[in-house]
């Protein structure tokens, strides 16, 4: 039995973080990467130059990948596949949104494909940090700086932002 990893429905122009988003939101967490991937080596590899060519390759792989997975009997991969297939199927203007994403994605400059990765991961690690309290390295550091105790911290990413604070002023005395 599988798990249906597709919503039931979704407009881009409800979506204001843009296409890209507005596509992968059809999937879990967990399964965006491979649709991602996808796409973005339709372009890379592929040769993809417009959205519907982007779109165009993806199928085509998405189908002699899943003919593969038939051929050999792994059911389990033809499954892994299925919903990719059928999200393209079913939200075709997302997925030419995702495919001009793409695009435009593969067509910056690697410096700036970085920093935009960095941004984008600095939100999940803040998230991370703000669930999990604070680490003996951090207290252990804190204590090093002068910090007392007040104010309490209570997690990992309020003892960072006071770890920064006390050294800032530690330099700004000197």
């Known amino acids: 039995m599988t798990t249906p990893i597709v919503a039931e429905s979704s407009d881009s122009e409800q979506n204001p973080q843009g296409p890209r988003e507005a596509f992968l939101e059809l999937f879990p967490q967990n399964r965006r ?4 991937n996808l796409f973005l080596s339709a372009v890379r590899a592929g040769g993809a130059t417009t959205p519907e060519a982007v779109v165009r390759h993806v ?3 998405l189908w002699r990948r899943r003919a593969s997975a038939r051929q050999w009997r792994n059911q ?3 499954e892994r596949l299925r919903p990719y297939a059928v999200a393209i199927n079913v939200h075709p203007k997302e997925a030419l949104g995702f495919a001009g994403w793409a695009l435009a994605w593969c067509a910056l400059p690697e410096e700036e494909r ?3 990765k960095r941004q984008r991961q600095s939100h999940y690690r803040e998230a991370w940090m703000g669930e999990r309290p604070p680490s003996g390295a951090q207290l252990k550091f804190l204590s090093a700086l002068g910090w007392q105790g007040d104010p309490g911290v209570e997690s990992m990413l309020t003892a960072s932002a006071l770890i920064e604070r ?7 005395a000197k």
């Open 76 to 78: 389990a991969e033809e």
């Open 33 to 36: 990467g491979t649709i991602s």
């Open 166 to 172: 006390l050294k800032a002023e530690k330099a700004g």
């Open 59 to 61: 199928q085509a792989n």
């Open 114 to 116: 970085q920093r935009v």
